[in-house]
């Protein structure tokens, strides 16, 4: 079955520092879409990425396709503790496009 | 801001136990989901439902487990008789009428098998 790989698993940054989680898969994709995750907390909706080579940004946030669609990227600038949580990709498919989540990064950023 | 709901937040339960998780999905969403994370795990999908039947699931969601929706505003996902491994934190999510949109998801359930 399609297997969807996020690197690195964990990262710890000072705030300030950027951040990227980069997101594989062994399929195409059909679209991808970001969630966050706080800790203790549950998925939260962040972006869609429908087309091949799309980039869209949200303030620090700046979010990537590939062009073949079969990964995609994150990349935080200056990051602050309250980007604190689990970084997900995760692959909409079929009809009722359940979601194929990727295997996660987590990001702890400190003072 | 509509958001979906989930109780019991913490439900402890003995092996073999049968176990209800109840959801109230956002009252204008058509599509609503099962998902599922062992601590520290990704989020897996278990199952989907429309129109008032499940549309597709997945290999973890066998003969123990089924969902339903009883009235025009609860999802419950029932597990018959509780294993071990069956413990995780269980999302319930919802989307809006059309596929492929971001799907909300509620606080979820910790469910803990003795």
């Known amino acids: 079955g399609q297997q969807v790989m996020q690197i690195p698993q964990y990262q710890h940054v000072q705030e300030g520092e950027d951040f990227t989680t980069y997101c594989n898969s062994s399929?195409?994709?059909?679209?991808i879409q970001w969630y966050k995750q706080r800790p203790g907390g549950h998925p939260v909706f962040l972006i869609q990425?429908?087309?091949?080579?799309e980039v869209k940004k949200q303030k620090r946030l700046t979010f990537q396709f590939g062009e073949a669609k079969k990964n995609s990227s994150l990349h935080i600038t200056a990051t602050q503790t309250t980007d604190v949580g689990t970084y997900f990709c995760?692959?909409?498919?079929?009809?009722?496009?359940?979601?194929?989540f990727g295997t996660g990064t987590r990001l702890q950023v400190t003072l | 801001e509509p958001e979906v709901t989930q109780t019991p937040s913490h439900q402890v339960t003995q092996m073999g136990q049968e176990v209800i998780l109840r959801c109230v999905p956002i009252?204008?969403?058509?599509?609503f989901y099962w998902y599922r994370q062992i601590l520290g795990q990704k989020v897996e999908f278990l199952v989907s439902?429309?129109?008032?039947?499940?549309?597709?699931k997945s290999e973890i969601f066998d003969d123990q487990f089924s969902v339903e929706r009883p009235d025009g505003s609860n999802f419950t996902l029932k597990i018959r008789s509780t294993k071990l491994e069956d413990s995780a934190m269980y999302f319930c999510?919802?989307?809006?009428?059309?596929?492929?949109?971001?799907?909300?998801f509620g606080p979820g359930t910790r469910l803990t098998v003795t």
């Open positions: 009252s204008n969403h058509l599509y």
């Open positions: 999510a919802s989307s809006h009428r059309f596929a492929g949109r971001e799907q909300y």
């Open positions: 439902f429309y129109n008032n039947e499940i549309s597709e």
């Open positions: 995760a692959d909409s498919t079929g009809t009722a496009s359940k979601l194929t």
């Open positions: 990425l429908v087309k091949s080579g």
């Open positions: 399929t195409t994709l059909s679209n």
